[in-house]
């Protein structure tokens, strides 16, 4: 079983001191880092440490290195090469890009070349879509590659070379990277500057500064609330909420009283109109008020109160018009079944004049 050196000890303390005391557990992800950084994986001894450093149980430190895919749980090459092949780069050439160099390598999905020096893998999205496609090497970009520019790649890196990425700083080993993906600096001279980000990255900050949009100002110095501090703002939270909740007093009940004149109190009797009612006539205000036993209205099923011929002549209008109902309800289905219900209503009364006709004229041969 590894035991990590005391180098791995003092950063895995210098890690766990960055968080308030009583959230240790939430240096893991830093630390599972660190651990990989000098094994080049998580084995189960980077997660019995990282259990005993932060004192929590192997299954709690299990469960979140394998939850996310930058944690290896195999040795892994000196140079992760990941390709996308996510929908933007598959269908600009990323999956052409992955066959060749799984053919080239001679290695599949997850596996390292037999010198160890290349772990292929396919990904899903590395967040650079507007550079597709794209692949990255220990997780610096190489933008708009293509299958002979992959294996260009490859190659010079099992040559012992390091060609420079298209973005951001020049390359380092996986474990080196590892080093500050757990939080610690890039000590290569002027690595950080190496690179600048590409024009579509760019492309955002030129149009905010077009607009004169600047982002709000942040003090970095802001102090971290302790847990005893969030637990009182969170129970304020919860208990306004609650009051906002709550219903409000009832108000005394008003005695109806005899009205006369003009002094007549402007009292609302209670809205009990169908939606359909409602939304015909907020389309056509000029429409008569649904009256149930009109001719040609048609009486819904849902027991909700009729609309007349005006009212669903109104619907049909905004129907065809697809304007959304006053309510805020955009013409649905509902609507269009009003309409073909008038049209069905308009053709029953015509055949039953017809109807009427021909009993007419045959009453009268009689
Ligand atoms: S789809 Fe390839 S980076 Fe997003």
Request: proline share 7%; hydrophobic share 35%; with cysteine.
């Amino acid at each position: 079983m590894t035991t990590f050196t005391e180098e791995t000890r003092v950063r895995a303390r210098e890690i766990i001191a960055r968080y308030p005391a009583d959230r240790s557990r939430s240096a893991l992800l830093p630390l599972l880092h660190l651990v990989q950084a000098e094994e080049g994986y998580v084995s189960p001894a980077g997660v019995a440490f990282c259990a005993e450093v932060l004192g929590l149980n192997k299954a709690q430190v299990g469960a979140v290195a394998t939850f996310y895919t930058m944690y290896k749980r195999r040795p892994t090459g000196d140079y992760l090469v990941s390709v996308c092949t996510n929908t933007m780069c598959n269908v600009l050439g990323g999956q052409e890009v992955y066959d060749t160099l799984a053919e080239h390598l001679g290695v599949g999905h997850d596996e390292t070349t037999a010198d160890g020096k290349i772990t292929l893998e396919h990904a899903e999205c590395l967040a650079a879509c507007d550079y597709g496609p794209v692949m990255t090497v220990n997780y610096d970009f190489f933008d708009g590659v293509d299958p002979q520019g992959a294996v260009g790649v490859v190659d010079e890196l099992r040559a012992g070379g390091r060609p420079m990425p298209t973005r951001g700083a020049r390359l380092c080993t996986l474990k080196e990277m590892a080093v500050q993906l757990a939080g610690f600096a890039d000590e290569r001279e002027g690595a950080v500057a190496d690179g600048g980000p590409g024009e579509a990255t760019l492309r955002g900050l030129r149009l905010a500064e077009q607009h004169g949009i600047t982002a709000p100002g942040y003090d970095p110095k802001t102090p971290i609330r302790s847990k005893a501090e969030a637990d009182r703002a969170a129970a304020e939270a919860k208990a306004k909420a609650e009051a906002a909740k709550a219903p409000a007093p009832a108000a005394p009940a008003a005695k109806p009283e005899q009205v006369t004149g003009s002094t007549a109190p402007d009292v609302k009797a209670p809205d009990d109109k169908s939606p359909q009612v409602r939304t015909a006539e907020t389309r056509q205000p000029d429409a008569a008020t649904a009256v149930p036993d009109a001719p040609g209205t048609r009486v819904p099923t849902d027991g909700a109160p009729p609309a007349t011929r005006d009212a669903q002549a109104a619907q049909a209008a905004g129907v065809a018009a697809n304007a959304p109902a006053g309510d805020g309800k955009p013409a649905g289905d509902e609507a269009g079944a009003q309409e073909r219900n008038l049209k069905e209503a308009e053709a029953e009364t015509g055949a039953a004049g017809a109807g009427s006709a021909v009993a007419s004229e045959t009453g009268a041969k009689k």
